[in-house]
């Protein structure tokens, strides 16, 4: 079956230290995002790449870094400058970044620090 | 201030029965707007999407309506199942997606 596996599923985090998490997808899609959600709000964009090794901030780019050498995969390290990566954390791929075409959700990572 | 706004922010509905939701938002242009069902602790997964020339989409048990004049969409839930119990994301696209803070909808048996 074509999806979105992100992984893992929980995280936990110290202070100081950078984490990546997971994403893959087998949907041959060209654009991957990542989402933060946070109670009460709206997803907010973090990161967006819409063809290998090419991407792009979104809007709460700060303390995040991604990379994409494949088309399948498209990894997000919170890096220590993140000061409140508490969060649950979505991973989405569709076509070409346009306007009338779905968005494919991954099952997310809650990231914790400890 | 959110471009997206969902109301209410959570509600409870016996099995059986029916609830709307509603969502208004103030982006602009307007290229379609989306709704997504979100379990707990799961990604949200799409319902309908439609475009500003759309009134209507059903997806089963889920109708999702546009007044593209008044930027006003809602979405119809028939007699609801233990399962509709989600968050439920309305998200607003023009050349990004503007996601809605959701509606938690409860249905107790």
């Known amino acids: 079956d074509g999806g979105i596996t992100q992984s893992p599923k929980y995280l936990f985090r110290k202070e100081g230290q950078n984490v990546t998490l997971s994403c893959e997808q087998n949907?041959?899609?060209?654009?991957m995002y990542w989402y933060r959600q946070d109670p009460g709000q709206g997803l907010r964009l973090i990161y967006y790449?819409?063809?290998?090794?090419?991407?792009q901030k979104g809007d709460i780019a700060e303390g995040y870094s991604v990379s994409r050498e494949k088309k399948e995969s498209f990894p997000l390290t919170v890096t220590s400058a993140q000061k409140n990566p508490t969060a649950f954390y979505l991973c989405?791929?569709?076509?070409?970044?346009?306007?009338?075409?779905?968005?494919?959700f991954g099952s997310g990572t809650r990231l914790t620090v400890v | 201030k959110n471009q997206v706004e969902q109301s209410p922010q959570s509600l409870i509905i016996l099995e059986g029965k029916n609830c709307t939701l509603q969502?208004?938002?103030?982006?602009?242009?307007?290229?379609?707007l989306r709704w997504y069902k979100q379990d707990t602790g799961r990604g949200p997964v799409s319902l309908t999407i439609?475009?500003?020339?759309?009134n209507t989409k059903s997806n089963g048990r889920y109708t999702a309506t546009l007044d593209a004049d008044t930027k006003q969409s809602s979405l119809h839930i028939t007699a609801s199942q233990l399962s509709d119990s989600a968050s439920y994301i309305c998200?607003?696209?023009?050349?990004?997606?503007?996601f809605g803070a959701g509606t938690t909808v409860t249905v107790r048996a």
């Open positions: 989405a791929s569709s076509k070409p970044r346009g306007r009338n075409y779905g968005y494919t």
């Open positions: 949907l041959n899609h060209d654009a």
């Open positions: 790449s819409q063809i290998v090794n090419d991407f």
């Open positions: 969502c208004n938002y103030t982006v602009s242009p307007f290229s379609n």
């Open positions: 439609m475009t500003f020339s759309e």
């Open positions: 998200v607003v696209s023009d050349y990004k997606l503007s």
